[in-house]
Nanobody, 125 residues
Framework: QVQVVESGGGLVQAGGSLKLSCVAS????????MGWFRQVPGKEREFVAS????????SYADSVKGRFSISRDNTKATVYLRMDRVQPEDTAVYSC??????????????????WGQGTQVTVSS
């Protein structure tokens, strides 16, 4: 059974940094691209960043480009999201997901089929 578990969320001041982690089990991690999405209550879940199986291709939402960085460690079946210069509008539940389209860095949610429960990130002003 595939499991995707996020951690690392919390409260951070605007301008600060946070690093999220996501551990996947029950799958061959190298066969999957990984992505981060976020959702605010009352709004649609939105794409944040993704990475292909080897880490050679990444995609970012315009709103986080230059501030967030996605990476992965295939030996640990873990994907990371480094968040720098966070802003109050980055407050959301951040979820990790796996996509079988492992050669690309997908951006659209239907391409991902295994999702975690999410971790809350709150940015105070």
């Amino acid at each position: 059974q595939v499991q995707v578990v996020e951690s690392g969320g919390g409260l951070v001041q605007a301008g600060g940094s946070l690093k999220l982690s996501c551990v996947a089990s029950g799958l061959n991690f190298r066969n999957f691209a990984m992505g981060w999405f976020r959702q605010v209550p009352g709004k649609e879940r939105e794409f944040v960043a993704s990475i292909n199986w080897s880490g050679t291709s990444t995609s970012y939402a315009d709103s986080v480009k230059g501030r967030f960085s996605i990476s992965r460690d295939n030996t640990k079946a873990t994907v990371y999201l480094r968040m720098d210069r966070v802003q109050p509008e980055d407050t959301a539940v951040y979820s990790c997901a796996a996509s079988p389209l492992n050669t690309i860095a997908p951006k659209t949610q239907p391409l991902f089929d295994s999702w975690g429960q999410g971790t809350q990130v709150t940015v105070s002003s």
